[in-house]
């Protein structure tokens, strides 16, 4: 479905207006622009990509009646309309094929903040949530698969929304957030591949497509009232 349909569903459930809930419901799909196929769902429609919202939009999003949302609640509802059941990160690693370039084993996240203390200078600890943020999803899978949720060049956008358009460090220093998280790509895969690289090699399943539809929910008829209200055919 559309953002535009998913943020009607919020507010049918839970009051407010669509735009209450646009912009969530975007962030959710904006891999889409990277790769118009239903596996660009596999960097965000997940339960971590839920935990992943609540951090960059917060516990709760409040709406126009002035009624605070759960965002975790909102995040679930996405994936209930997109997918038949309940994923985890691991579940879009199912049948991966693996690229031969990808590491066997990682650097730690204290090991490369060092380095980019030795780069850009400043302290360990102004690095290191950087670092750890690009490497918490070691435990989604068993290997380094995992891998393919962050470490491109969509991620390092997504580290700069996350923690913002500079890193602080040493007396008064900044470094664009984005230097340093492109760095880090390239000290653990020795390049930054673009997300599609890891997206095409994701094994399709009907699962992954099989969205509801908005005249499944019943949205249809607020469309039609919609367009009866703007041409004044309803009073």
């Not at 009607?8 to 196929?37: P, T």
């Not at 971590?48 to 951090?55: P, R």
């Not at 960059?56 to 996405?78: C, E, K, P, W, Y």
């Not at 880090?184 to 094994?203: D, M, N």
Request: proline fraction near 6%.
């Amino acid at each position: 479905m559309h953002p535009y349909d998913h943020a009607r569903s919020s507010a049918r459930i839970h009051g407010g207006v669509w735009q209450d809930y646009f912009e969530l419901h975007s962030w959710f799909d904006a891999s889409k622009s990277l790769l118009c196929r239903f596996t660009h769902r596999a960097l965000r429609h997940h339960l971590e990509g839920v935990a992943e919202a609540t951090a960059h939009f917060g516990a709760d999003i409040r709406n126009s009646d002035a009624v605070d949302v759960d965002t975790m609640t909102l995040g679930v509802q996405h994936l209930e309309e997109d997918c038949p059941r309940i994923v985890s990160a691991c579940d879009w690693l199912v049948g991966f094929k693996a690229p031969d370039w990808l590491p066997a084993s990682l650097p730690d996240a204290e090991d490369l903040a060092q380095a980019s203390v030795m780069r850009f200078g400043g302290e360990t600890e102004d690095f290191l949530p950087l670092h750890r943020w690009f490497l918490a999803t070691a435990p989604w899978s068993e290997d380094t698969a995992h891998l393919m949720f962050r470490h491109h060049a969509f991620g390092v956008f997504e580290a700069e929304a996350r923690f913002g358009p500079v890193i602080h460090h040493g007396a008064g220093w900044v470094t664009p957030t984005r230097m340093v998280a492109e760095r880090h790509v390239q000290e653990v895969l020795g390049r930054v591949p673009p997300a599609t690289e890891f997206l095409r090699r994701i094994k399709g399943e009907r699962w992954m497509l099989q969205a509801t539809s908005p005249r499944k929910l019943g949205l249809d008829a607020s469309i039609t009232l919609d367009v009866m209200e703007k041409t004044h055919v309803v009073p």
